[in-house]
């Protein structure tokens, strides 16, 4: 009986264990010599990248290190390659890859499989979101198109990659940043808990002029946290609304837009109000929606 293939648990649920050999005894020096679905040494000068590798940065000092462990250790873990024309390009393995190349490796392990382009996007996100290759920008956009491809609900999606739907609707809310703001995640010079602080701002230029400050300043979350607490106090930019003139309502509106990522107002009279939670397209309701279980 074969195997069947299946969004899920790592590459385990996706490549079947008997491709996997312990001894490495054949070599390839062309694509047409190829066997599918067993461990083979091929030539690293046949090996591209895959441009639509969801990790976009790497880390070259991770990339020292792992040549430095492949030295000592050799590739552990065969890359996963698909065959085009004569040459093959990376499903699932490219830190390796690059890793070897940079200690001048000949040729690698590799599993050769015969995948749909489909197949390769879902391997190649699931791989890099469960070893935590990407960054928090490059996940949730790993997130949006496994979403939008597989036709899921962030509910099954939670269920396939083993983690909460609450990181996901998370780390999805840092798409709702400015392009600026989220390039600065990418390089690494503010964190993710910067970024999702900055969700309480819905002007981008603003958040950009926060982001910049905390680059220069070197402000922690909690720093920013106060600093745009006291940005929405402010005698320019407070709300007329009685409600948010009671300490504990700004609280509350404060928390409600990090946690929905947009504007939220509270009006409150004898103990009685609404809670108002703005949204900007279709998509920002569906999101929001998602988040509360609908």
Known sequence: ?????????????????????????????????????????IDIN???????QPRKSFDDEKILELAESIKSNGIIQPLVLKKVDDEYIIVAGERRWRAAKSIGLKEVPAIVMNLT?????????????????LNS????????????????????LS??????????????????LSEDVQQYIIEGVISEGHGRALLGI???????????NVID???SVRELELLIRKLKTSPTRAKSKAANENPYYK?????????????VNITNKNNKGKIEIEYYSEEDLQRILEIINL
Do not use: H, W
């Open 117 to 133: 382009e489909k197949q390769i996007l879902e391997i190649s996100l699931i791989e890099n979101i469960q070893r935590e290759d």
């Open 202 to 212: 819905t002007d981008s230029k603003v958040q950009c002029e926060l982001a910049q």
């Open 251 to 263: 609280d509350v509106t404060y928390k409600l837009e990090n946690y929905f990522g947009t504007k």
């Open 137 to 156: 920008i490059e996940e949730a956009l790993a997130y949006k198109r496994l979403i939008n491809d597989f036709n899921l609900t962030q509910e099954e």
């Open 46 to 52: 046949l090996i591209k990248s895959n441009e639509d």
């Open 1 to 41: 009986m074969s195997k069947k293939f299946g969004l899920g648990k790592g590459l385990n649920a996706l490549i079947p264990e008997d491709t996997i050999l312990s001894t490495l005894d054949t070599k390839v020096e062309k694509a047409s010599d190829i066997k599918e679905n067993v461990s083979i040494l």
């Open 159 to 176: 269920k396939r990659i083993g983690k909460s739907r609450v990181t996901i609707t998370n780390t999805l809310r840092l798409l709702n």
């Open 217 to 219: 300043d070197k402000l």
